[in-house]
């Protein structure tokens, strides 16, 4: 079945402090996207990114970075140098398709607390 | 181009009523799927629609849920009868089609809150 799990429910780190999200994944498909969102205070859903399966080069975009690695169905973000405003909860995600259709299924959630 | 417009973004319903959620999706898409996340939890599926199709229900409560995307006008989330368990912030998300290479765009959400 697939399946994402994020094992750290939740996460303190202190302004400036690097911090790695875990994600790890379980499907049966060959061809797959991954994704990871962020849900501030606020309560909106923000795509941060969309990795495919067959692209397993890191990725980093300002002071996020993703590690994808495929061999331990792994998929996971890194924040550097963190800021009070990163404080949120993040969503690692996995697509599925089968029979004509398409959905996500998400982890349960990294709670990121930052402080000052 | 506007994104996905949920309505309303807050909603307060006494046990009993009737909830209805409603979705607009992104200009061009005919597929919708809506998504349930319950308090501290992550997004569930409970539907996935095009035009005036069902195409999946499979994460949908057998009972007092339904959903509709009419060929005119925005999609609907209904949940008749509502109960404190209902709860819980909806998204939804629309996409221009299905494929694995599917991009799907969400909209900021309804918190329903049964009181």
């Known amino acids: 079945a697939q399946k994402v799990t994020q094992a750290q429910t939740e996460i303190s780190v202190v302004e400036k402090e690097d911090v790695t999200l875990d994600c790890v994944y379980e499907?049966?498909?060959?061809?797959?996207?991954l994704f990871w969102y962020k849900q501030p205070p606020s309560g909106e859903l923000v795509f941060l990114i969309r990795r495919n399966s067959f692209d397993e080069q890191n990725e980093i975009s300002g002071r996020y970075s993703w590690n994808f690695q495929k061999s331990t169905s792994s998929f996971n973000f890194t924040i550097t140098a963190s800021q009070v405003v990163d404080s949120a909860v993040y969503f690692c995600?996995?697509?599925?398709?089968?029979?004509?259709?398409?959905?996500?299924?998400f982890g349960s959630g990294t709670r990121l607390l930052v402080r000052p | 181009n506007a994104g996905v417009m949920q309505n309303p973004r807050h909603l307060v319903r006494r046990r009993g009523q009737e909830a209805r959620l409603r979705c607009s999706p992104m200009k061009g898409h005919s597929h919708v799927y809506w998504y349930r996340q319950l308090p501290e939890e992550g997004l569930k599926f409970m539907v996935y629609?095009?035009?005036?199709?069902?195409?999946?229900e499979s994460g949908m409560p057998k009972e007092r849920f339904s959903a509709e995307f009419p060929k005119e006008g925005p999609s609907i989330l209904r949940i008749q009868q509502v109960v404190r368990g209902d709860s819980a912030a909806y998204f939804c998300?629309?996409?221009?089609?299905?494929?694995?290479?599917?991009?799907?765009?969400f909209g900021q959400g309804t918190r329903l809150t049964v009181v």
């Open positions: 499907t049966r498909d060959t061809t797959y996207y």
């Open positions: 629609l095009q035009k005036e199709n069902i195409i999946d």
């Open positions: 995600a996995l697509s599925e398709i089968m029979d004509s259709s398409y959905k996500l299924i």
């Open positions: 998300a629309s996409s221009p089609g299905v494929s694995m290479n599917t991009e799907a765009f």
